[in-house]
């Protein structure tokens, strides 16, 4: 093999060089003055092949950027919902300034396999890029078909006429990442390549993911996530744009935890403080001697209630309490080891927490975290919002925007998570999932309470908040109650609930053909025969019929 001329080698060096320099002054702008990256500029290059690629993502990256921040600045924020098809990405676009793909829609409408299932991330790991790019395209068309037909229109008709930003930045479920650091990455390219602005990654386990609303969560460590978003922050730092990540944590309703290799974890994990043998090694006894089902989840639950679970710090301030001091010393203690241990920012490991207690002449607890560990070998996890404060700050600088997941719409837990993580990065945009999953009827909110509860948690940061699945449900509703209707009364259930609602609230799908673009296609099929054709889709008499039904 030929070796390459030194002048060549200098040119490609400089050129690596200038590139380098490059990414590092776009580091240094506004977008990302709160961003801590855990590698270089020239790790960066390093990746890039010489080829430049851009990204119609890209643009919408900044756009959607833009959004949040000028709703940050005003205390308002950007309400959006779970788009199911491109109708809906197209409607929403006239009334919403973001769009969202749920996760959840796509395991039960959309999965690669066509095997719908609920939200347990088990679908194909391009299931949702594939839906977004579905989305964007129909985005990417309807914004071709307006500007051909406006521009088509003589100067005074098109002052008057209507013009929709379709461009709607799309945000989309990355769930876990599907796997190791290279899934997330790779994932997280699909999701530039196919026109997701946004993405959003969560902290539990790919093994055992679960819905933010079902039970059986399992945590990742905090620093296995943070993992997640710096692998994330990379793979779009290496395609040079500027995708918003969301980082989403599920702290408050975990009960599992993977792992306690993470300090910042071990004041949430629970141990057993009772001296009995460990759960493991109770059920593989039982299950040796032919228990199954039922029966072992009533020895668990037996097992459970006997261990007295709880976590350290419970523990040792249950002993100060116990112990033969007068209270004015039991105060001085407890009072000791909350300042030692409590708050969000004094997250000390085991071995810490058990010198401080040492210090306080707690000394012969008995507290194991290992004896409650699950046959899957999971620790168990105290779930709360201090939990979900604690990550968010770990996950904050690594991340544009932090999602609790809540099981309800808690003005309170808002307001904690909300004041938690600005104590200390008070620049930090927040999400809010309005979820379908709750009963909000049952909420104990007044109907006044409820419209107003997107502009008060607005107030407090939360500048993006969506509906997960109510493209889902509306389809749904709207399904059902027209079938009933149209298999009672035929054309005249049709013509009444769908045909003349359409043309009194000026939806365009009324004029079918004309919305899925037959007339951008003659202009097409037009400008490739000298601007006439025998064959247009939109002819004499298809005009005149639509005509005549937008006039009915």
Not at 195 to 221: I, P, W
Not at 477 to 485: E, G, H, K, P, S
Request: glycine share 8%.
């Amino acid at each position: 093999m030929a070796s390459v001329p030194c002048l060549i080698m200098e040119e490609e060096e400089e050129r690596f060089d200038a590139e380098v320099a490059e990414v590092g002054a776009w580091w240094n702008t506004e977008r990302f003055a709160l961003t801590k990256r855990a590698y270089t500029a020239r790790d960066v290059v390093l990746l890039r092949g010489t080829l430049r690629q851009s990204y119609a993502s890209g643009e919408m990256a900044k756009k959607l950027w833009r959004t949040l921040r000028a709703h940050q600045a005003a205390g308002t924020a950007s309400r959006t919902f779970g788009a199911l098809d491109p109708v809906q990405v197209t409607m929403m676009a006239k009334h919403l300034d973001t769009i969202y793909v749920s996760g959840w829609q796509c395991s039960s409408t959309h999965t690669s396999t066509n095997e719908p299932g609920p939200d347990l991330a088990d679908y194909p790991y391009d299931t949702v890029p594939n839906k977004v790019e579905q989305l964007f395209c129909a985005q990417l068309f309807h914004d071709r078909k307006q500007r051909e037909a406006r521009m088509s229109l003589p100067r005074a008709e098109r002052a008057h006429a209507p013009s929709v930003d379709f461009l709607k930045p799309i945000i989309a479920d990355g769930d876990t990442g599907f796997g190791g650091t290279t899934t997330t990455a790779k994932l997280c390219k699909l999701f530039v390549e196919r026109g997701a602005a946004g993405v959003h990654l969560e902290d539990q386990s790919s093994v055992t993911k679960k819905c933010g609303h079902m039970a059986g969560k399992v945590l990742v460590a905090v620093s296995e996530h943070v993992d997640r978003l710096v692998a994330a922050r990379l793979q779009f730092d290496i395609m040079g744009v500027e995708t918003v990540l969301v980082a989403r944590t599920d702290a408050v309703a975990a009960t599992l935890i993977e792992t306690n290799i993470d300090a910042r974890d071990h004041q949430f994990i629970l141990g057993a403080t009772a001296k009995i043998s460990s759960l493991t090694v109770v059920l593989s006894h039982a299950m040796a001697t032919g228990k199954s089902g039922r029966e072992l989840e009533a020895i668990e639950a037996a097992w459970t209630a006997s261990a007295q679970l709880k976590t350290f710090g419970e523990c040792v301030r249950d002993a100060i309490l116990a112990s033969t001091n007068g209270d004015d010393e039991k105060q001085r203690k407890l009072q000791e080891w909350s300042d030692a241990t409590t708050g969000h920012d004094k997250c000390l490991s085991h071995e810490q927490a058990r010198g401080v207690a040492a210090s306080l002449g707690v000394t012969s607890v008995f507290w194991d975290w290992d004896l409650p560990r699950t046959r899957e070998g999971f620790y168990r996890f105290r779930g709360s919002v201090a939990a979900a404060i604690v990550r968010g700050r770990a996950f904050a600088p690594h991340a544009d925007v932090l999602w609790m997941e809540t099981s309800s719409p808690d003005i309170d837990e808002c307001t904690a998570f909300a004041e938690g993580v600005h104590a200390v990065l008070a620049e930090t945009m927040l999400s809010y999932n309005l979820s379908p999953s709750f009963n909000w009827d049952a909420s104990g909110m007044s109907d006044a309470d409820m419209a107003a509860f997107i502009p008060r948690v607005a107030g407090m940061g939360y500048v993006w908040q969506f509906i997960t699945l109510a493209g889902f449900h509306a389809d749904a509703l709207v399904t059902d109650t027209f079938a009933r209707d149209f298999a009672a009364r035929g054309m005249l259930a049709y013509v009444e609930r769908i045909q003349r609602e359409e043309r009194r609230h000026g939806v365009e799908t009324l004029e079918h053909q004309k919305w899925s673009g037959a007339n951008f296609y003659d202009r097409v099929l037009k400008t490739v025969q000298g601007g006439i054709s025998s064959t247009a889709a939109m002819g004499k008499g298809k005009l005149r019929s639509i005509y005549i039904a937008t006039l009915a």
